[in-house]
């Protein structure tokens, strides 16, 4: 298994841009998350999803849309970056959401 | 509100220097304590979940306890190795999908 995997890596935008995180996972698992982290604070709960097809708001999820189409991925959107939402994005999934998730590697992105 | 709370923020130890990390945290019905560790510029990797007062988990040099208020993880005899971020998080009973972090302890450990 690859386990859960993210990317880019690092991206850089510019005030205004959309994109696209994207999120994988190959353990069939059925809970699937976003969080964000940013200096002296925890991570914070953007989005997450219970299956395909069915998606809730977080802790934070103000400028973030997400979808799950199938159930291996998990892509988050920003649809107008501002420069608060530079911070490093993690991924989570587990199979059920009361099991310990299992983090991506991140992606670190810088809103200019 | 949930809320975690670890302390020190930072600690520096020598090689083989044993100490504890304090997690403190209010929730409405716990269902877990998390432990993860983050090394810089990786993702948290999991250590231990605890789910109820008294109960402790052992992994190498680790050694993680639980009460009804806080959880400790207590690090014997630790090597460099052990140098990354300590997180701590607790999923409550309701609105389980959701873990909620504490901002971590910086550890180092000097040969």
């Known amino acids: 298994n690859a386990g859960v995997t993210q990317t880019p890596k690092f991206q850089v935008l510019k005030t205004g841009q959309s994109m696209t995180l994207q999120c994988a996972q190959d353990m069939n698992h059925e809970y699937m998350s976003w969080y964000r982290q940013d200096p002296g604070m925890g991570l914070r709960l953007i989005h997450y999803s219970v299956g395909a097809g069915i998606t809730d708001q977080g802790e934070v999820p103000n400028g973030y849309n997400v979808s799950r189409s199938t159930t291996e991925d998990f892509p988050l959107r920003l649809l107008s970056a501002a420069p608060s939402q530079t911070s490093v994005y993690f991924c989570?999934?587990?199979?059920?959401?009361?099991?310990?998730?299992?983090f991506g590697p991140g992606t670190r992105l810088l809103v200019l | 509100e949930d809320q975690v709370t670890q302390s020190p923020e930072a600690l520096r130890l020598q090689e083989g220097e044993s100490s504890s990390l304090n997690c403190s945290y209010t929730?409405?019905?716990?269902?877990?304590l998390f432990w993860y560790r983050q090394d810089p510029g990786k993702g948290p990797e999991f250590l231990f979940t605890l789910y109820s007062a008294g109960e402790e988990k052992e992994k190498e040099r680790l050694k993680a306890t639980l009460t009804k208020k806080e959880s400790f993880l207590h690090i014997t005899a630790p090597k460099p190795e052990d140098s990354a971020t300590y997180l701590c998080a607790v999923q409550a009973n309701t609105g389980f999908q959701k873990l909620v972090f504490g901002t971590g302890t910086r550890l180092l450990v000097s040969p």
């Open positions: 989570a999934s587990s199979l059920h959401p009361s099991e310990t998730p299992d």
């Open positions: 929730v409405s019905g716990l269902r877990g």
